[in-house]
């Protein structure tokens, strides 16, 4: 995971008008000798996206559709000098950009995966945020990385710590991965509760501000299930040897387990600027100003078990990633559609784990998925979702 030895790094931003995209500019703003935006993408923030290319001024610019270029560019002055493209292509050419060399993936859901192949395929490094890439096709993307020598660098707090407590340390001494997880705002809750939350309650995250998707995915676990599959895939490790362990101050971002007994973790405050600046820098570390946590106030840390029952979302993530080949992708394309149902108000909570386990129950599966497979099994898993939640399931009257 060795990145290019350069003093400046040319950047290409996916999902820039997001947390992880907004975060990124001000570090790259903060350091403008270390870091040209060369590229911004975003789907259809074009008024926040248009102020960003009038601070940045990047040769390109990508939105999801023909309408919002067009808003954009009735939002930027006639001089601005970017050129605006729109859907799969103008995305692949910010991901191909010449003179890019790092690559900021940060788009939410199964739409980071092209853009993210596209990069590697030019031997562009990856700062990746986009977890569902490698949910979906890690062994091939990580296969397609070595091959061209695209650098993978964790952006997620869990996979940063872990890929920080692994460096400088033999591979085969490694026990055991233990990713961290905050519980959500539901993690005190009795079971019978559940059927009651709301899109308010889910969306009060106690420890984390991130956006609307991660957001519901982090009060079901299911964001602790995908990061299990994405850290099987950039550190080649079996789901076996992965625990989950909930930690509700969330300093402790993970942990390594070695074979003598030693354990390596990884803490500061829960802001993921941490987490990206080292991405963009690696193996440098950024003088970003942030605060080490206050041990007298925090007072002690505490841990739990997950409860794989109340949390069955974190058991289904366990369950696919076991099983490999196009499970992983159906997870995620009906973990997508399900949260998606639900934020519209038209499913229950508890319907989320349900709408999963049925897909994951019929999907077509293949234990050996070729890219074309995999696109093809997440289509499915969303009609088969959007079956489930128009025919079989009533609208949630709680919401």
């Known amino acids: ?145 070595a091959q061209s020598g695209s650098a993978i660098l964790p952006i997620d707090s869990e996979h940063s710590a872990i890929f920080q407590c692994l460096s400088g340390q033999r591979r085969q001494d490694l026990k055991k991965i233990i990713l961290t997880a905050s519980g959500g705002p539901f993690r005190s809750w009795e079971a019978q509760r559940f059927s009651g939350i709301t899109v308010e309650q889910a969306l009060d995250h106690p420890n984390w501000s991130m956006g609307p998707k991660i957001t519901i995915d982090s009060a079901t676990m299911m964001n602790k299930g995908l990061e299990v599959i994405e850290a099987c895939h950039l550190f080649n490790v079996g789901v076996e040897a992965i625990e989950v362990l909930i930690h509700p101050q969330s300093i402790i971002h993970s942990m390594v387990a070695y074979r003598d007994g030693s354990v390596l973790a990884q803490l500061g405050i829960p802001d993921m600027k941490t987490a990206i600046a080292y991405a963009l820098s690696y193996p440098q570390r950024l003088a970003i100003g942030q605060p080490a946590p206050d041990w007298a ?52 909570f508890t319907q989320i784990p349900r709408i999963i386990s049925r897909v994951l129950e019929r999907h077509a599966f293949n234990a050996a998925p070729q890219l074309a497979d995999i696109l093809a099994a997440d289509a499915e898993a969303r009609r088969l979702a959007g079956e489930l939640i128009a025919r079989e399931l009533p609208e949630a009257d709680n919401q």
């Open 1 to 145: 995971m060795a990145p290019r030895n350069s003093p400046l790094r040319n950047l290409s931003i996916f999902g820039s008008t997001g947390s992880i995209g907004q975060n990124t500019l001000k570090i790259a703003a903060r350091f403008p000798r270390q870091f040209n935006v060369r590229a911004l993408a975003a789907k259809q923030s074009v008024e926040l996206l248009a102020q960003q290319i009038q601070v940045f001024k990047p040769d390109l610019a990508v939105v999801y559709d023909a309408d919002h270029a067009g808003k954009l560019a009735r939002l930027l002055p006639e001089q601005s000098g970017v050129t605006i493209l729109h859907g799969d292509a103008g995305y692949a050419q910010a991901a191909t950009l010449d003179g890019v060399d790092l690559v900021v993936t940060a788009l939410v859901g199964a739409a980071g995966l092209k853009p993210t192949l596209a990069a590697i395929e030019q031997g562009k490094d990856i700062a990746l945020a986009n977890k569902e890439t490698l949910v979906m096709a890690g062994e091939l993307v990580m296969e397609r990385a």
């Open 297 to 348: 106030a925090i007072g002690r840390f505490t841990f739990e078990t997950p409860d794989l029952e109340k949390f069955s979302c974190l058991a289904l993530g366990f369950a696919a990633g076991r099983k490999g080949g196009t499970a992983p992708a159906t997870l995620n394309a009906a973990n997508e559609a399900a949260v998606a149902a639900f934020l519209n108000r038209k499913i229950a």
